[in-house]
């Protein structure tokens, strides 16, 4: 049997020699399930804005890693998320997001449960025979508001948001104290064929700024521009410029500055000059080669300018579309025998605004998560990590 070879404990601990993570990791179902089980069924995974499910009856629903998740805010205004089927044969129970009634209704055979998850009617159980109603509630699901956001975390015996992202939610704050006023303006939604790694990685470097995005790179100065590591989380700090392809700044900023903040293991925060807008990246992984994007933009205003029409109409039309290239052709050209496995990050002598140290941060991360050799099933031979790096 071949197996994907676990990856060394040091790999990627030097940033300034390190290698990405090979190949097999990015394309491998194999890769993929094992990151099913070790990371996002023990992970705090960010999944909307508080916003969203503010009210009493908000629900939304969110699929990630084949399953899918319902969060509600109950009648007594405590939010909850549970698993979103049926107990009695699995059928889904809402879909999207909105109000939702008193109670929740299977569409199926009409079960009805409270929106504590407490099974409230199961048609005819009354006839049969050692009908459990504790076991027909519904499976709930760990769920906490943190730095303004919602998370979940399928492991029942999980910690606090704060246990995995020490100090992230007080540095959000310092950046910008207006997260829970903010009001969504845009959400675009895209099944991406890329594996959630690649994008991440595209997001820990600005190496491909200036060939990639020649109106984003317009407005940041990548010689004031840093990128630091903060446990489980990142930022990319920096300052900007005024630019008629991209932002340009109102005149009232005096701090041109921004804030990138990425957080494990796969969404990203983006403070954008003046404190009073920003944009998150939610990845839902799908697959192997598969992943689900929210990309949402936020400002304090309901009734939109003008202006903050034409910066929606940006992102939608030119940034995205920029980076949906780029990893969609990564995933591809990952798969090519013109790849030889592994590709060199760029880290500088000074981590500079251009150095890929960042990935090479992430990766070490991720690595901690294979350290066991992983056997491949009906999938292509691996190029061994040494061999990958000749």
């Known amino acids: 049997m071949e197996f994907i070879a676990k990856l060394p404990a040091d790999f990627c601990e030097k940033p300034e020699v390190a290698y990405t993570l090979p190949k097999a990791y990015y394309t491998s179902d194999t890769v993929f399930e094992h990151e099913k089980e070790e990371i996002f069924y023990k992970t705090w995974l960010c999944m909307a804005h508080a916003g969203e499910v503010a009210k009493p009856n ?21 939010l909850r998320a549970f698993y979103n089927v049926c107990p009695h044969r699995g059928h889904e129970l809402l879909q999207g997001s909105g109000k939702a009634k008193n109670v929740i209704t299977c569409p199926y055979h009409a079960w009805t449960f409270k929106l504590d998850g407490n099974l409230a009617l199961a048609r005819n159980c009354e006839h049969v025979a050692e009908f459990d109603k504790e076991r027909a509630n519904l499976v709930p699901v760990k769920v906490e508001e943190y730095a303004g956001f919602i998370f979940i975390n399928m492991d029942p015996n999980a910690t606090c948001v704060e246990d995995q992202l020490g100090g992230f939610a007080k540095k959000l704050a310092e950046t910008t104290s207006i997260v829970k006023d903010l009001k969504m303006a845009a959400r675009f939604v895209t099944e991406t064929p890329a594996n959630w790694k690649i994008v991440v990685d595209n997001y820990m470097e600005c190496y491909h700024c200036g060939p990639a995005h020649p109106g984003f790179s317009d407005s940041v100065q990548v010689d004031k521009y840093w990128h630091t590591m903060h446990g489980n989380w990142t930022l990319q700090f920096g300052y900007a410029r005024s630019s008629e392809k991209s932002f340009k700044l109102d005149p009232s900023v005096t701090d041109a500055s921004f804030s990138g903040f990425w957080t494990w293991p796969c969404t990203m925060f983006n403070v954008n000059p003046g404190g009073d807008k920003m944009t998150v990246i939610y990845e839902f992984p799908k697959d192997a080669n598969t992943t689900v994007q929210h990309y949402e933009i936020f400002f304090l205003n309901e009734e939109l300018t003008e202006e903050q029409q034409n910066l929606i109409e940006w992102y939608r039309t030119v940034f995205r579309p920029e980076d949906l290239g780029l990893v969609e052709s990564v995933q591809r050209g990952l798969k090519s025998r013109g790849y030889r496995g592994q590709g060199r ?3 500088d002598d000074t981590l500079s605004g251009i150095s890929e140290h960042g990935i090479a941060y992430f990766h070490h991360l991720c690595s901690k998560y294979y350290q066991q050799d992983l056997p491949v099933a009906k999938e292509n031979k691996v190029i061994p990590i040494a061999a990958a790096q000749a």
């Open 58 to 78: 908000d629900y939304i629903t969110r699929q990630i890693i084949g399953e899918n998740i319902l969060i509600v805010r109950g009648k007594d205004g405590v």
């Open 345 to 347: 990050i760029m880290t």
